[in-house]
T-cell receptor, first 113, second 113 residues
Framework: EADIYQTPRYLVIGTGKKITLECSQT?????MYWYQQDPGMELHLIHY???????EKGDLSSESTVSRIRTEHFPLTLESARPSHTSQYLCASSPPTLYNEQFFGPGTRLTVL | GESVGLHLPTLSVQEGDNSIINCAYSNSASDYFIWYKQESGKGPQFIID?????DKRQGQRVTVLLNKTVKHLSLQIAATQPGDSAVYFCAERRSGGSYIPTFGRGTSLIVHP
């Protein structure tokens, strides 16, 4: 079992609220990622980081932002949640030089009413 | 456009049978192809990868076959067990760029006891 944690696991929130999804890993991995996934569908990369103070946008346009102040922590923030943000959000990390094997957290299932 | 996709959304097999999950890709510039397994309520888990200059790679009870002529890869699971029931994703890693894999749609494998 990978040592990567996401909180909360489930979140139901009203439109317009600001939310932060937490992701932490204890493996010392430099690379971290956020994906959005609808049930049974492919994973879409929304943000990634190669290390502290490094953040990049992924392939999927997203209204979220991320920060990487500490190696182990990679939170994702939605300033104003909308129903279109309803989805599962998966956080992952990978060690140096190992790009193919990502270690995923259990995910946060977000529902915006 | 560039895409990674799966032929069948659902595959049902009997316990003990061999399973074959297929995946088509369109980007000839990919240097690695990767398989992930996602169990219900969990994040994806790395299974195996194969470099584009290989035709076959074997792991524990799994074999990956790559046919570059028709841009097709498959994941074969020997002696399928109920614990193999999950959604399986193929992903491609393009040479150059961010080296982050792009995921295709999943195939749901259902193993009947």
């Amino acid at each position: 079992e990978a040592d990567i944690y996401q909180t909360p696991r489930y979140l139901v929130i009203g439109t317009g609220k600001k939310i932060t999804l937490e992701c932490s890993q204890t493996m010392g991995h430099d690379k971290m990622y956020w994906y959005q996934q609808d049930p049974g569908m492919e994973l879409h990369l929304i943000h990634y980081s190669y290390g502290v103070n490094s953040t990049e946008k992924g392939d999927l346009s997203s209204e979220s932002t991320v920060s990487r102040i500490r190696t182990e922590h990679f939170p994702l923030t939605l300033e104003s949640a909308r129903p279109s943000h309803t989805s599962q959000y998966l956080c992952a990390s990978s060690p140096p030089t190992l790009y193919n094997e990502q270690f995923f957290g259990p995910g946060t299932r977000l529902t915006v009413l | 456009g560039e895409s990674v996709g799966l032929h069948l959304p659902t595959l049902s097999v009997q316990e003990g049978d061999n399973s074959i999950i297929n995946c088509a890709y369109s980007n000839s510039a990919s240097d690695y192809f990767i398989w992930y397994k996602q169990e219900s309520g969990k994040g994806p888990q790395f299974i195996i990868d194969i470099r584009s200059n290989m035709d076959k790679r074997q792991g524990q009870r799994v074999t990956v076959l790559l046919n570059k002529t028709v841009k097709h890869l498959s994941l074969q699971i020997a002696a399928t067990q109920p614990g193999d029931s999950a959604v399986y994703f193929c992903a491609e890693r393009r040479s150059g760029g961010s080296y982050i894999p792009t995921f295709g749609r999943g195939t749901s494998l259902i193993v009947h006891p």
